[in-house]
């Protein structure tokens, strides 16, 4: 007897003759098993796709991430050169407001001292005008412009209020009044016609025909007069000309 199997008869439309392929109970199962090595195969296909394409879809996740990040660094480094300008601008105002150094006040000479320590003292200075006239570095914010037109005869030195205004050389004290412009001012004479000025103090320390000492302490820092914020109008003059400062005195 025949082993079982399949028979598959087909008739042609429009024809009478009519073909049986008939498969046997092998073929039937080589054909199963091909079929369902098939369904495996394309399932194992399908799911490799899925893979690539959840593996594609992270790898563009991780770009945007890595594209993300390149900005935010691109930020910090902006935020970071802005730092750096601003530690600068701080250090600046804070070297401005810091009280002096021990460096800074020494041969500094309080008001109050004997007359003939003063003039002991004096004969021994050459009296040029050529030391800085705060005991702070202050910070210049105007310098000396000449001209008719918009003339500014010295230096403008921020400095916080009350801080030492001193003599910038030995000599005696010409002028001390106070001025709708200058506020209140000190003049004092120096050597070879120099003369110095010191104004928009809060206080003034010595009186007129003093004779004062180098970094003498003359008068306290303020804003008095025609000033907007604390600082020392400092001027020195030759013969009754401006001389720019900073030629003569070097600022700390």
Avoid: C, K
């Avoid at 399932?43 to 996740?61: I, T």
């Avoid at 109050?112 to 003292?121: I, K």
């Amino acid at each position: 007897m025949d082993a079982p199997g399949l028979s598959i008869m087909v008739v042609p439309e429009g024809s009478r003759s009519t073909r049986t392929f008939r498969f046997t109970a092998t073929r039937l199962r080589l054909l199963l098993g091909g079929i369902a090595a098939a369904a495996l195969l394309l399932a194992a296909m399908a799911g490799s796709w899925w893979y690539l394409a959840v593996r594609s879809f992270r790898v563009s996740d991780l770009e945007r991430q890595v594209a993300a990040l390149q900005a935010d660094r691109s930020r910090m480094n902006d935020l970071a050169r802005q730092l750096e300008v601003l530690e600068a601008e701080y250090e600046r105002v804070r070297s401005l407001f810091m009280p002096a150094t021990d460096e800074a006040a020494s041969g500094v000479w309080l008001p109050g001292t004997d007359a003939p320590s003063r003039r002991s003292s004096a004969s021994t200075d050459d009296g040029r005008p050529t030391s800085w006239p705060l005991t702070e570095r202050g910070f210049v914010t105007q310098p000396l412009i000449a001209g008719p037109v918009n003339e500014h005869p010295g230096l403008d030195i921020a400095t916080p209020t009350d801080s030492y205004v001193r003599a910038s050389g030995s000599g005696v004290v010409a002028e001390v009044g106070e001025d709708p412009v200058y506020g209140n001012y000190v003049m004092i004479d120096h050597v070879d016609g120099y003369r110095t000025v010191y104004a928009h103090a809060s206080q003034v320390l010595v009186a007129r025909g003093n004779p004062v000492r180098r970094n003498e302490v003359i008068a306290m820092s303020g804003s008095t007069g025609r000033s907007t914020a604390p600082h020392l109008h400092f001027e020195i003059l030759r013969n009754g000309r401006p001389v720019n400062p900073l030629e003569m005195v070097r600022q700390p």
